[in-house]
């Protein structure tokens, strides 16, 4: 099969990392606004500390396994990738939930997938990059 140069192994565990981090961020919100009546920006910030956690296990361990960059070394920097990435998430969800008037499940799901491009970038080139 051909497929473009582009398209690595590691794009697509990395989508399914992430698909899967995503997946749960987007459950616990729901979760906590529907069933806890949680403001949907409040419910966010938990959703990302759930989702963190298993996303850093899956990049690090799947994703970018062949780093050479140690967990002591590799954690901190993907907390800040990671923050930074809620920071813009946040940002976008507020702005979209504020402009936009659609329902927060839409507009979390493309925010999720916008700030998920940039994502998968600074965790190649910076927090899992080897040295």
Not at 21 to 45: C, D, K, T, W
Not at 71 to 91: D, G, H, K, Q
Request: proline residues 4%; hydrophobic residues 55%.
């Amino acid at each position: 099969m051909i497929r473009p140069s582009w398209i690595s192994p590691r794009i697509g565990q990395f989508i399914l990392v992430g698909g899967t981090a995503a997946s749960i961020h987007l459950g616990v919100v729901v979760y906590l606004v529907e069933l806890y009546s949680v403001s949907p920006l409040q419910a966010n910030l938990l959703g990302f500390f759930v989702s963190f956690c298993f996303s850093f296990l899956g990049q690090r361990f799947l994703t970018f396994r062949d780093s050479n960059k140690s967990l002591r070394a590799s954690i901190p920097r993907y907390l800040i990738v990671a923050s930074s990435a809620f920071a813009l998430n946040e940002t976008l969800f507020a702005i979209t939930l504020h402009y936009l008037m659609i329902p927060y499940y839409l507009a979390l799901g493309v925010v999720v997938l916008l700030v998920a491009v940039a994502t998968y970038f600074a965790c190649k080139y910076w927090a899992f990059a080897n040295v």
